[in-house]
């Protein structure tokens, strides 16, 4: 995964809270982890423990940047080349 993350294609960043314009709460990708505090972050299970509540806030998420939807978004064609 370091690879990934070295690489830009994917940042691991805390859950948020979020809340629409129409008002309604969610979540979505909140505080980015730093690359020197990864290794540590990741080993912590608590980190990657989501409770059944669905109160997901500080849990780690995975998020892929513009860079690695580039190329996850790639066609057969362009994965051929």
């Known amino acids: ?6 690489r ?7 859950v948020a809270p979020w809340t629409s314009p129409s008002g309604e709460q969610g979540l979505q990708p909140g505080e980015l982890v730093p690359r ?3 290794p ?5 299970a608590a980190n990657w423990e989501y ?7 500080g849990a780690v998420t995975l998020v892929e940047t ?3 939807k580039k190329i ?3 066609s057969p064609e362009e ?3």
């Open 1 to 6: 995964m370091l690879t990934l993350i070295d």
């Open 8 to 14: 830009g294609w994917i940042e691991v960043r805390r």
């Open 36 to 38: 020197d505090q990864l």
């Open 40 to 44: 540590a972050v990741l080993e912590d």
């Open 51 to 57: 409770p059944d509540d669905g109160n997901w806030i």
């Open 66 to 68: 513009e860079a690695g």
């Open 72 to 74: 996850t978004r790639r």
């Open 79 to 81: 994965t051929a080349e």
